[in-house]
């Protein structure tokens, strides 16, 4: 259990009656690692405090956006002069216009984006593009990658080789999730066998490059090439769900990383510097199938808002301004060294996988898997006492065992030592 959690647990419990679960998104509510959520009332670069005025350095970062840590100064003065000009206009701003410059110069192949207000909505909309662009309608995703919550990516793979989506939610019509195909990453064979066999008539194949949502499921560059292989044999649109990794791996997202150039790409988290943001994009071809060009519907009344833009330009802006893409993988090297030789003393199997600013502290016997597999009962419970311990000495880690810590700007070398030694105490009662 936390220090104290009196306010939090008193929020909590007022929460639960007129919230359901209490909370806004599901794994906000700790039931991965038991207890009472923290309520946050304040962030400030690298640390949170929570209702009860306890303050913990950050490592969750809001799943992503705070690539330059909380309440940035210069993000916080942009979206303040923004408000007050007005916040939302239902008509077309200068603001939305720079960012999409700005997103379409950086990353590999992208002629037009258009935004959106989440994650969800990006991959939802590019989705709907791409069957309309192919007059195709299958899709292919891969087990372990997460999508946002639309209904036709809310699907698991059920049992079998080539495997057809099942719901992984109630209220997921299956008719929906039978046009979902469902295949294990870092398995080539089983995705040629497949395209072989379906490609003419998948409308899209996507993918997080860098899947960073069931842990970080490091993918080998030939299991990715293969994919840009198959899909353009096949005249498959490949998608690049780059909501976690577009500008955080680098400006062009993992898509430079990899040097594989998808058809289409989404965009959320650090593009809204804290906002809600999200983007969806592709060649002028494919993008001018959308309204009021094309024949493909597509709206949102808050959509490209200035306040949201100013956040998110200023984000990029300050990223670029400092080489912040730099500082963000000394750090993660740095973090490498100093946890190591930590998790080498723990108790049971502790790895550290790592990508730019992406850690996992994983808990599998074996290391760094590459495909989605569950962690054992035991390891979810050594995860949920570590949580514990790790909040009681005023660090705030991810409440679950598959979710990445994320580092920002505001992390220094100083915050990792502190981080370190809290893990090394900790692990010494676990
Ligand atoms: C977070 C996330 C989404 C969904 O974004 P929301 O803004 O939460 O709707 C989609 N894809 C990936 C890879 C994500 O990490």
């Not at 007050?84 to 960012?99: D, I, Q, Y």
């Not at 990006?122 to 639309?150: D, E, N, P, W």
């Not at 990715?224 to 096949?234: I, Q, V, Y």
């Not at 979710?403 to 915050?415: C, D, G, I, K």
């Amino acid at each position: 259990m936390s220090k104290s959690d009196k306010k939090s647990a008193a929020l909590y419990q007022r929460a639960r009656a007129v919230i359901p679960g209490g909370v806004s998104s599901p794994v906000r509510a700790f039931r991965a690692v038991g207890g009472t959520p923290l309520f946050m009332a304040k962030g400030e670069g690298a640390f949170v405090t929570d209702a009860d005025g306890q303050r913990y350095l950050d490592f969750v970062g809001s799943w992503g956006p705070l690539i330059l840590g909380h309440a940035h100064p210069e993000v916080v003065k942009a979206v303040t002069a923004t408000c007050r000009k007005g916040m939302t206009f239902g008509a077309p701003c200068a603001a939305e216009v720079e960012l999409a410059e700005r997103i379409v110069r950086s990353y590999p192949g992208l002629e037009q984006v258009r935004f959106v207000s989440s994650g969800t909505e990006a991959v939802m909309s590019a989705i709907r593009v791409a069957r309309a662009a192919t007059g195709r309608q299958t899709i292919l995703k891969f087990a372990g990658c997460y999508h946002g919550h639309a209904d036709h990516l809310l699907v698991a793979a059920g049992s079998g080789l080539a495997t057809f989506g099942q719901p992984s939610s109630a209220g997921v019509p299956p008719a929906f999730a039978a046009e979902t195909r469902v295949l294990p990453l870092d398995d080539e064979a089983a995705l040629r066998e497949l395209m072989q066999r379906e490609g003419s008539r998948l409308a899209a194949v996507i993918i997080e490059p860098v899947p960073a949502n069931h842990g970080l499921l490091l993918q080998r560059i030939e299991f990715l090439k293969a994919l840009r292989e198959e899909t353009s044999r096949s005249g498959t649109i490949l998608i690049f769900d780059e909501v976690i990794s577009g500008f955080r791996l680098g400006a062009g997202g993992a898509a430079a990383h990899y040097g594989i150039t998808p058809d289409m790409a989404t965009f959320g988290k650090v593009i809204g510097g804290g906002m809600p943001v999200g983007a969806f994009g592709g060649t002028r071809t494919v993008m001018g199938r959308l309204a009021p060009d094309g024949d493909t519907y597509q709206a949102g009344t808050l959509s490209g808002n200035p306040v949201a833009m100013a956040a998110g330009i200023t984000t990029l802006k300050i990223l670029e301004r400092d080489a912040g893409w730099v500082h963000l993988e000394s750090l993660g090297a740095s973090a490498e060294r100093i946890l190591k030789p930590v998790l080498a003393r723990a108790p049971f199997p502790m790895h550290l996988v790592r990508l730019g600013s992406l850690i996992w502290l994983s808990l599998h016997e074996a290391g760094a898997p590459r495909a989605a597999t569950s962690l054992t009962p035991q390891a979810n419970a050594r995860f949920a006492k570590l949580f514990h311990d790790m909040l009681d000495r005023g660090i705030y880690l991810p409440p679950s065992a598959y979710e990445v810590l994320f580092l920002s700007l505001a992390h220094t070398e100083e915050h990792l030592n502190v981080f370190a030694a809290a893990l090394d105490d900790a692990l010494k009662t676990a």
